[in-house]
């Protein structure tokens, strides 16, 4: 029996990590958490200082069995799961676990943190360990009674009032808010007309178009011309004063840098794989946790490919960078590469510094080398993440973007806008999607050379009609930055919050977009009249904050839990 445990979370990865650890080490998985709270009332007691009862999970209690008894013949125990509060929670449970059962007889025990599972990032956490957090691990606690708390006192009520089977969710309820909101703003809104009056134009063998913006000396708003009549009016003018052609009367160029994103985050990667693969949160995050545990690459070498995939910082640790500008240089050029390292800031107070963005473990492994070693979607998101990464270490694009303003005559004013690409930069690799259309988009097009005091052929003018339209509805990935802006749950929530909406039947998509379904509306029209707290988004994002403190020892978790319950 090797003298040494090691316990991490899914046996992908214990597989992997077996074949860096060797002989001296038994590598088990828990498979995901072994210890919950009693499924029944009193499971927190709020009248005991939040004294939490829990109980193996059924499940996995046969893994619980197979790590005791591996502890028993071992002489030191190395906690590996996740780094983050959920995976520090599932190492505590395991110690009490092993505690209870006598096992550990002052036995060493060591938490190791890594990032990535490769043999240097492994080798690395097993020469600096360290012991439990406790405020991680009060952080994940306080969350879970939280949670019950919630789950267990008004999910009866939504039964007893609207049906059986229901659940209200502490971040799942404001989340529901969120999607019936704006489609209560979708039914109330009211279509207004409004016109616009475009020309098309022809210069050098190119044809372009251009948008009044100035007619009679009066600018044009957006709805200025608000019917039929005063459009047809609007062209008759202008074709009587334009005489066939409109004069050139000024050019105005500029130059423009498009700078690259910051590396991927969770909330990131899950609305970038929304918006440019067609992901689902949970297809993304469920890939991603595939990617990370490690891939068969060939001769028995199974490798972890991406970094940890819950995170919400965007730093990079240095040795990645280097590698990263390595890659840019050997594959794009040295002229695609800054002179200076970016550095990117996290912008939440609680992104843990020795956390990193999502990246690939080696940024040389270009994503076709390996693409006949992973699943479509596999390949996919890795081309995604790898892209992603090398843009964020690239120089800028530089467009060039051009202004003309021709003249109708005295009649009015249209505008050409336009750019062409002077140097592709990042966007040779990269470039992020957007949840709409932008009028960014609108500038991509190429205009002929033109210069000031000539005339450019006017094929036609034409108006146009169109109507307002309502705020869309949420797509995962406008859902997924709803959230994160809101500071409704968290990275590693994200998924989960949508899941649970779906399969309580509270949402469909509807077209890739959600829209609630009766129950989901009356579930939030009574939470909202009763219990406003549960969905009010200030709230739900101060009690984000107050977990967050917990986790950064700035808080006490039973006095949070204490206000929290006197507000109940």
């Known amino acids: 029996m090797s003298k040494n445990l090691i316990v991490v979370e899914s046996p992908a990865k214990a597989k992997t990590m077996s074949k860096y650890l060797g002989k001296d080490f038994t590598c088990l998985a828990s498979y995901g958490h072994v210890r919950d709270l009693v499924p029944k009332q009193g499971a927190v007691d709020t009248d005991n200082d939040f004294a939490m009862k829990y109980q193996l999970i059924e499940k996995n209690e046969k893994h619980v069995d197979a790590i005791v008894k591996a502890m028993k013949q071992a002489d030191a125990l190395y906690l590996a799961t996740d780094p983050d509060r959920e995976g520090e929670a599932i190492s505590w449970h395991l110690h009490e676990i092993l505690k209870d059962k006598d096992v550990l007889d002052g036995k060493p025990v060591h938490r190791v943190e890594f990032h990535e599972i490769t043999k240097t990032a492994i080798q690395h956490a097993i020469q600096q360990p360290r012991e439990l957090s406790l405020n991680l691990i009060n952080a994940q606690q306080a969350r879970r009674a939280l949670d019950y708390l919630v789950g267990f006192n008004l999910s009866p009520l939504l039964w007893k009032k609207v049906r059986r089977g229901l659940s209200a969710g502490r971040v799942q309820s404001p989340a529901l808010r969120l999607i019936v909101e704006r489609e209560e703003e979708i039914e109330k809104f009211v279509p207004r007309e409004y016109w616009t009056v475009e020309a098309d134009l022809a210069a050098k063998d190119r044809e372009f178009g251009a948008k009044l913006t100035y007619f009679q000396g009066e600018k044009i708003e957006q709805f200025t011309i608000d019917n039929g009549a005063r459009a047809a009016e609007v062209e ?18 500029k130059q423009r840098r498009r700078n690259p994103s910051p590396p991927f985050t969770t909330s990131t990667l899950q609305q970038e794989a929304a918006r440019k693969l067609g992901f689902t949160a949970q297809r993304t995050m469920r890939t991603a946790q595939s990617l ?25 640790a240095n040795e990645a960078v280097a590698e990263i500008r390595d890659a840019i240089k050997d594959r794009f050029g040295a002229e695609n590469l800054p002179d200076e390292p970016i550095v990117y800031k996290n912008k939440s107070k609680n992104a843990q510094e020795a956390h990193e963005a999502i990246r690939p473990t080696s940024a040389a492994r270009h994503p076709d ?5 992973l699943k479509p979607e596999q390949y996919k998101l890795y081309e995604l993440i790898w892209k992603r990464t090398m843009a964020c270490q690239m120089v800028p694009a530089v467009l060039d973007t051009v202004a003309v303003d021709l003249d109708a005559g005295t009649a009015g004013v249209f505008r050409a806008n336009g750019s062409h690409e002077v140097k592709p930069g990042l966007m040779a690799v990269y470039q992020e999607g957007q ?50 802006s809101y500071g409704i749950g968290r990275p590693s929530t994200y998924a989960s919050i949508i899941y649970t909406l779906e399969s ?12 609630p379904t009766d129950v989901g509306r009356v579930v939030n029209k009574f939470l909202s009249e009763h219990f406003f707290h549960y969905v009010d988004y200030d709230f739900t994002a101060r009690m984000e904050d107050d977990l967050d403190a917990i986790s950064r020892g700035e808080k006490e978790w039973r006095p949070v839990l204490q206000e929290f319950w006197g507000d109940f």
């Open 504 to 515: 309580r039947e509270y949402v469909t998509l509807d077209n890739r977009r959600f829209k």
């Open 236 to 253: 008759a003018a202008l074709a009587a004063a334009a005489h066939g052609g409109l004069k050139v009367t000024s050019v105005d160029k």
């Open 369 to 373: 080398a390996i693409k006949d070693h």
């Open 292 to 316: 990370y545990e490690g891939v068969n690459l060939g001769h028995g070498e199974i490798v972890g490919l991406i970094s940890y995939m819950r995170t919400d910082a965007v730093n990079l």
């Open 435 to 484: 949840d709409e259309q932008t009028t960014e988009d609108e500038d991509e097009k190429i205009l002929p050379p033109l210069e000031q005091g000539e005339t450019v052929a006017l094929r036609k003018i034409h108006p146009e009609q169109h109507f307002t339209e309502p705020p869309p509805r949420f797509s995962e990935a406008s859902l997924v930055k709803a959230l994160e």
